[in-house]
């Protein structure tokens, strides 16, 4: 019999340990070791059945535990204490408050960080993969650092799917269905009580309304927007029923109530609580875009209510692009949400309009206006790198294959002078660190500086780790895999249990994987791309490096494929069909319900952390840099994070075949021979080099080579893959430049603005009168010496505009056999008088001939105006008529 209402009823503590509430709701528990074995106190079983939820916890403990609790003075001591270390992580400075260019520059008053997921912990499931880990992580070190940011993201009823296996070894999906009050979370309410609502106006008199839910994670509020509320009809109640579901008009309304309607929950928060406004807005990949639009219909709207001059939208847009910044994450265009533009027409048009902001200009912010874009589709990433005046990727590759993604939006420009940086991710250490790590490094560098060093990234922090010895090195490595082995054998007979098997079939389970067999991990979401089956391309090789008689190796294997993937789900059948196999099942297995529970176990516990992806499709990989942080090496394609930091003793760089044309095509020959160059070359790398050096032991038995990897990799690597040095990243190189612009254009009733928009708009309109006309050089020699100059003379028309609105420029650098400058360096030319007869004016300027070999140069005129971000910002250049040529010659 099935129950028509479903309710949580909850314990009433007693007065004494009325603080485990307060330690329960703020999601700090869930990186802070302390906490957590306070949590496990109250009663390790019901801890353990609960998934280690402190919230389930307070639920489910029998009433008699709380009592004898309640009289254990040791036990209110320690409450008492944590309590207090929590208030004083609230409110004391950090890290943000004590920066010394604080005064010179302030930071932002506060971030609005916005994403469609977040990864704070197993018991707020609100994430699929590595988008939402990345968010979570990097909430979790603003906390740390004291940054003063506001989450922003949806509440998904179902959250992402729980996943099994059906006896055929076929992906499974269920939703189970999420009470908030079983949860860390709590309602934002009015001062009268009442929940807080935003509103969403919809195509035919419909709203979309949504309550939001706040989760505290350390000191960073997280809003979570819920439209499953009794003022919405069924249809809009199920918007935000689950993560990344529905079709394309369900998933545009999740965009529109996380952009617009995420936006004014922010306001709603900042009303109710004094917090700050957000000066800077950061969209987490495009899902997130249209917080721009609602912005700018804040300042065409707003200020008119108030008596003041609204903007107009040209103004509003440059005002909202100067405090926004663009997070992209995918390396490949079909990774982007892409929606009809009649659909986006008819959400921002009619009834459904945004007050003050015509559709057409929205419309034009998402358009593919570069060749061989759709003009029939609305693209969310146009829509974010328009509204943003600063834009990154997440690597130092990602930016590149970004910068060559996205390089229509700026047509004339070359790739590498598009204006999208990267800030190379990072992994909240304190988060996947095991206990037993920490406790290792700290007992050679000290409790509290080893918490700075997992804190802040800062290099130095980690000096000393290199005096760990072997043996303690060795004694932790074989702990932590053996504890991966007891997970694995727990989830290897639940899993089995669910597909059918009885506990007499399952005796084998108890003898699957060895505590001291090389142990390789693999777990991620299972796109095509990243290759869950490549290490299957040759069964037979495999199996005889899974039962070689002196050095085996062993593989754990884990993920999950979308629920709507079929490609993905037959990868995870194929993996499991081998798995299964008896020869082999304890050797290789795959772990269902791949999520942050198991990936706290898979880490640590692994020698070796692999990734195949295609490269460049690996936008960053966060999850080696966790393993990285537990002393497992990695051993990965040269992509995302890996081919920046890879330095030939943290690991191994597994060799990528020729990137010939078609080769990224899964439907062709080219894809498949790669696969098979690139899994034999795998396969040579663990046999020759990793299972041989793991099993070269010395006298002493322990594989001293492989230790002084696995000490490298903790002293070099460490600092570096830290969401606290990314943070600070963002903090210093984009959040505190995006403030500043920010303030200056929004002073003196957004005057600043205004004049930019104006000049932005008489420049466009005046471009087409601009032309490079005549280059001429002093040249009178084809070879040129090194360290001799050409006298530039350029003649350019302006047109209409001034030469104060222009900046002609010489480009100059290494040229190939088809006259292609690299390694450019860039020259401004100065104009010399007025314009001529035929209003042209004239530039000159010298260029220094410093390197030898064929050299050229070219000139092209750009809009020039102290507020610009970058050069190219406005995507115009003016080059030389095809008639002009490139002067070029050959230096010695």
């Not at 506060?110 to 018991?123: H, L, T």
């Not at 530039?792 to 100059?812: H, I, N, T, Y």
Request: aromatic share 6%; hydrophobic share 40%.
């Amino acid at each position: 019999m099935k129950a028509i209402r479903r309710f949580t009823v909850r314990t009433v503590l007693p007065e004494q340990l009325q603080p485990l509430h307060e330690l329960a709701l703020n999601l700090r528990w869930s990186w802070h070791p302390e906490t957590r074995d306070l949590f496990r106190s109250v009663d390790p079983e019901v801890w353990a059945a609960t998934g280690e939820d402190p919230v389930r916890l307070l639920g489910e403990v029998p009433a008699a535990r709380l009592a004898a609790l309640a009289a254990d003075r040791r036990f209110l001591r320690r409450l008492g204490d944590l309590a207090d270390d929590l208030r004083e992580y609230l409110t004391g400075p950090r890290w943000y408050q004590g920066r010394p260019d604080g005064g010179a520059t302030p930071p932002p008053a506060a971030v609005a960080y916005f994403s469609p997921e977040y990864g704070i912990a197993a018991a707020l499931p609100q994430y699929s993969g590595g988008l939402g880990i990345l968010a979570g992580d990097h909430l979790k070190a603003a906390s740390d650092l004291g940054v003063p940011i506001i989450g922003v993201g949806l509440f998904y009823r179902h959250g992402y799917f729980r996943q099994s296996l059906d006896r055929d070894g076929w992906q499974q999906e269920r939703y189970p269905l999420l009470d908030p009050d079983e949860l860390a979370v709590s309602l934002l309410r009015e001062a009268d009580g009442a929940p807080t609502r935003v509103d969403l106006a919809l195509p035919g008199g419909r709203t979309l309304a949504a309550h939001i839910w706040k989760a505290q994670v350390g000191r960073v509020p997280l809003l979570l927007l819920d439209s499953d509320i009794e003022a919405n009809s069924p249809a809009e109640r199920d918007v935000t029923d689950r993560l990344y579901g529905g079709g394309s008009e369900h998933r545009l309304l999740q965009e529109m109530l996380l952009g617009i309607g995420g936006v004014r929950a922010v306001r709603a928060y900042c009303r109710l609580t004094g917090h700050p406004a957000p000066e800077v807005f950061h969209t987490n990949e495009g899902h997130a875009g249209f917080l721009g639009v609602e912005r700018i219909r804040e300042l065409v709207t707003e200020g008119a209510a108030e008596g003041a001059a609204g903007l107009d939208f040209a103004a509003a847009l440059e005002s909202v692009r100067a405090g926004t910044l663009f997070t992209t994450h995918t390396p490949v265009p079909a990774g982007i949400d892409r929606f009809d533009r009649e659909l986006v027409a008819r959400h921002f048009s009619g009834d459904a309009a945004l007050p003050g902001v015509p559709v057409e200009p929205v419309l034009a912010l998402g358009a593919e206006t570069w060749p061989g874009g759709d003009p029939k589709l609305f693209n969310m990433a146009a829509m974010g790198l328009r509204l943003a005046q600063r834009a990154n990727g997440v690597s130092t590759l990602h930016g590149e294959v970004s910068r060559s993604m996205f390089n229509g939006l700026w047509p004339g420009f070359d790739p590498a002078e598009v204006p999208i940086t990267s800030i190379t991710n990072g992994v909240h250490a304190a988060t996947w660190i095991d206990p037993a790590v920490v406790r290792l490094g700290a007992a050679e560098i000290g409790a509290e500086r080893a918490e700075e060093a997992m804190t802040t990234g800062e290099t130095q922090r980690w000096t000393g780790l290199e005096r760990i010895g072997n043996t303690e090195i060795w004694d932790l490595r074989r702990s932590l895999r053996a504890q991966l082995v007891d997970e694995a054998r727990r989830r290897l007979r639940a899993s089995w249990r669910q597909r059918g098997a009885g506990e007499a079939e399952l005796g084998w389970v108890s003898s699957v994987l060895d505590p001291d067999v090389l142990t390789i991990g693999f777990a991620r979401r299972v796109p095509s791309y990243k290759r869950l089956t490549l290490m299957l391309r040759d069964p037979a090789r495999l199996r005889a490096l899974l039962l070689h008689p002196t050095r085996p190796v062993q593989i754990v294997v884990a993920g999950k494929a979308h629920p709507a993937d079929d490609g993905g789900k037959r990868l995870i059948q194929q993996m499991v069909a081998f798995a299964d196999d008896p020869t082999v099942r304890h050797r290789i297995v795959f772990l269902p319900d791949y999520d942050m529970a198991m990936a706290r176990h898979l880490y640590p516990g692994c020698d070796v952390w692999l990734n195949n992806p295609l490269r460049p499709l690996e936008a960053c990989g966060t999850s080696g840099m966790k393993a990285a942080l537990n002393g497992c090496l990695n051993l990965s394609v040269l992509d995302g994070w890996w081919d920046e930091w890879y330095d030939g003793q943290n690991g191994w760089a597994i060799p990528t075949a020729d990137e010939s044309a078609g080769v990224l095509d899964p439907e062709s020959g080219e894809a498949e021979r790669r696969d098979d160059i690139e899994a034999a070359a795998l396969y040579d790398l663990i046999e020759e080099q990793v299972a041989g050096r793991f099993y070269d032991r010395g006298d002493d038995g322990l594989p001293h080579r492989w230790i002084a990897m696995v000490r490298h990799t903790l002293v070099t690597l460490g600092p570096k893959v830290l969401a606290g040095r990314m943070v600070r990243e963002y903090v210093e190189r984009l959040y505190a430049p995006a403030a500043l612009a920010q303030r200056e254009l929004a002073a003196g009733d957004h005057a600043a603005a205004r004049e930019l928009a104006g000049w932005k708009a008489k420049v466009r309109d005046g471009w087409p009168g601009v032309r490079v006309e005549h280059v001429e050089a002093d040249c009178p020699a084809e070879a040129q010496e090194l360290g001799s100059s050409l006298a530039l003379r350029v003649q350019v028309a302006l047109g209409v505009l001034e030469p104060g609105d222009v900046e002609v420029q010489v480009v100059s650098g290494r040229v190939d056999e088809t006259d292609g400058i690299s390694d450019a360096a860039v020259l401004a030319l100065k104009p010399v008088g007025g314009p001529d007869l035929d209003g042209r004016t004239r530039y000159e300027g010298a260029l220094e001939l410093d390197r030898t070999g064929p050299f050229g140069y070219t000139v092209r005129a750009l809009p020039a105006h102290s507020r610009l971000a970058s050069p190219a910002e406005p995507g115009l250049v003016a080059l030389p008529a095809e008639s002009t040529g490139m002067d070029a010659g050959l230096l010695r």
